[in-house]
């Protein structure tokens, strides 16, 4: 089999294999990354929480990227593991709660902090599942970067390359 991509839809998964440098690997392979500097762009007050899986925040590749960004924005990476399993049971249809994750947000940033974020990084497939709950948490966020579009883009437009007929021309 000779698939035309693969997505590998999951943050940590995606950072683990650019911390190893399988390059060989991501031929035809789209990795679901953080887009931390596009939060650093749409970010209007440089105030900015990271969401993520504690795998993916020990990601060197992530380390990297946070403490380039830390010149410029104020950036609170959270490691919520809470709101995957909060995901996982709201998808199959149970009852959950966001207090335990309001919580994990209270030990991690003042009052003052939570309220002047202005843009949130959705650091896992799970987490925009949860958005609206997210949304009360963070209510002044605006700016909620959720790198799955980015990826589905991208598979998009390899797609139409690969798709594209051969020109009686280019068949020299």
């Keep these: 089999i000779n698939p035309a991509a693969i997505v590998v839809a999951c943050n940590t998964a995606s950072v683990a294999i650019i911390d190893h440098g399988t390059e060989d690997f991501r031929r035809h392979c789209f990795l679901v990354t953080p887009l931390l500097n596009e939060a ?26 946070i403490t380039s960004i830390k ?4 950036i609170w990476p959270i490691a919520t593991q809470s709101l995957v399993a909060l995901s996982e049971a709201r998808l199959a249809g149970e009852e959950s ?6 919580e994990l947000i209270g030990f991690n940033l003042t ?11 959705l650091g896992c497939t799970h987490f925009p599942h949860l958005i609206d709950g997210l949304r009360r948490i ?3 966020a605006h700016n909620w ?6 990826v589905a883009l991208q598979v998009v437009a390899s797609r139409k390359v ?11």
Excluded: C, H
């Design 145 to 150: 970067i959720d790198p799955a579009r980015k």
């Design 71 to 74: 010149m410029s924005a104020n």
């Design 162 to 172: 690969v798709a594209e007929p051969i020109s009686e021309q280019s068949k020299v």
């Design 97 to 102: 709660s966001f207090e335990d994750f309001a």
């Design 40 to 65: 650093v762009n749409a970010s209007e007050n440089n105030n900015i929480v990271f969401l993520a899986t504690p795998g993916t925040l020990k990601s060197r590749y992530v380390i990297q990227a």
């Design 138 to 140: 963070f209510p002044s």
């Design 111 to 121: 009052e003052e902090q939570r309220l002047s974020i202005d843009t949130v990084v």
